[in-house]
């Protein structure tokens, strides 16, 4: 028997065990969910944090949103 049909081999009977495993398996009975005691649910529940206070708006025409003002004295580009 050469080494390629021993591992074709075993890799037959491996599959044929967890064939029978499957085929012999019972059936899955469904999960049943867990019910929780108001005490254990309020636990698990945060409380209501309260809401921050609204912060008041800056105005429409603040002189922090104004861009700066023009230079009174432009350089003419000699380097003076």
Do not use: F, H
Request: no cysteine; aromatic share 0%; hydrophobic share 40%.
């Amino acid at each position: 028997m050469s080494p390629v049909s021993k591992s074709i081999l075993a890799a037959l009977a491996i599959a044929l065990v967890i064939a029978g495993t499957l085929a012999l398996r019972g059936p899955s009975s469904p999960a049943v969910a867990a019910q929780l005691t108001p005490k254990q649910l309020a636990e698990i529940v945060p409380p209501q944090k309260p809401q921050p206070p609204k912060l008041a708006t800056r105005p429409v025409n603040d002189p922090a949103d104004l861009p700066p003002p023009p230079d009174d004295d432009p350089e003419d580009g000699n380097g003076s």
